[in-house]
């Protein structure tokens, strides 16, 4: 039985090499239950790696993850769904022809779904299940104020909005844990902002716990309560966001990067 420290996410030595690209090397981090924790740092650092290994897109080179106090290093990402993580990805993964509803429902369908045969044959108690789930996807809409859109097709919504429906689709399996990577990609600083009060609201709210990779800073630093910083796939710092403003090997690493600029 792996020791927790009462952690949600446990992540320890955690090492992940692609060929000769060792894109993580001994990333160790905690997440404890209820809090909206960071992971930051510069492109290529293995931020996305780092969410691949966590919800079992990839399996660790070595290392391992402990999730509400299981074992679950090298588990298929379904196994983790149903034990409570929910992701959305950096780059927008929906199904563009469909409308919103319809792909807030397939991540409810994936978590608890009345099952393929009971909902070919029509059974009753599939369509009960079918109404809970639109109802649940419904809610999620709600909530990121998409609810009006419900029925638009995806490839017809501003590209702020089709990033909210994967939002939405990974808070309709009411996560114990919701990794969201890089969830403003591509939004402008006002859309931005608002999903930021948004993350910040859900998390006291729902008391929801988050992982956030994120690139803006100001966001980050306005709405996180703890940090863990990597660099070149190696652990840099972790702490308040206070803490890390002030830490001296991320001043070093943002100065160095500055001069390797200038120097450019
Ligand atoms: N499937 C893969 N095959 C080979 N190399 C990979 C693969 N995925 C990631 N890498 C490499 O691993 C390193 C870390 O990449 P990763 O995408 O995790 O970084 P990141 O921190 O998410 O960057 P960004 O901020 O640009 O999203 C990079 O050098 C990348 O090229
Ligand atoms: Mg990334």
């Known amino acids: 039985m792996p020791s927790d420290n009462g952690a949600l996410l446990s992540v320890r030595q955690l090492n992940k090499s692609f060929g000769g690209i060792k894109a993580l090397s001994g990333v160790d981090f905690e997440i404890p239950q209820g809090v909206l924790a960071g992971l930051i740092g510069p492109n290529g650092s293995g931020k996305t790696t780092a969410f691949n290994l966590v919800t079992g897109v990839l399996k660790p080179t070595s290392g391992q993850i402990v999730f509400r106090a299981v074992d679950v290093t090298g588990n298929a990402p379904e196994r983790n769904a149903e034990l409570g993580m929910a992701r959305t990805f ?24 009345p099952g393929f045969w009971s909902t070919v044959l029509g059974l009753p108690r599939a369509s009960i299940a ?10 999620a809409l709600e909530v990121l104020g998409l609810a009006d ?32 990577d890089e969830p403003t990609a591509g939004m402008n600083p006002q859309e931005t902002a608002d999903l930021g009060k948004t993350i910040s609201k859900l998390h006291k709210d729902l ?58």
């Open 90 to 113: 950096q780059n927008i993964r929906l199904f563009r022809d469909l409308p919103v509803i319809d792909n807030v429902m397939v991540g409810l369908h994936m978590r608890n779904g």
């Open 207 to 264: 008391s929801l716990t988050v992982l956030l990779v994120e690139h803006d800073m100001k966001m980050v630093m306005g709405i996180c309560e703890e940090l863990t910083v990597i660099n070149q796939g190696k652990m840099l710092a972790s702490g308040t966001p206070q803490e890390i403003q002030n830490n001296s090997a991320v001043i070093d690493a943002y100065l160095g990067r500055r001069r390797e600029k200038h120097d450019a």
């Open 149 to 180: 859109k419900a029925h638009q097709i995806v490839a017809n919504l501003p590209y702020g909005d089709q990033r909210k429906v994967e939002f939405a689709r990974a808070l309709a399996t009411k996560p114990q844990l919701l990794l969201l």
């Open 130 to 139: 079918e109404r809970n789930i639109r109802k649940e996807a419904l809610e």
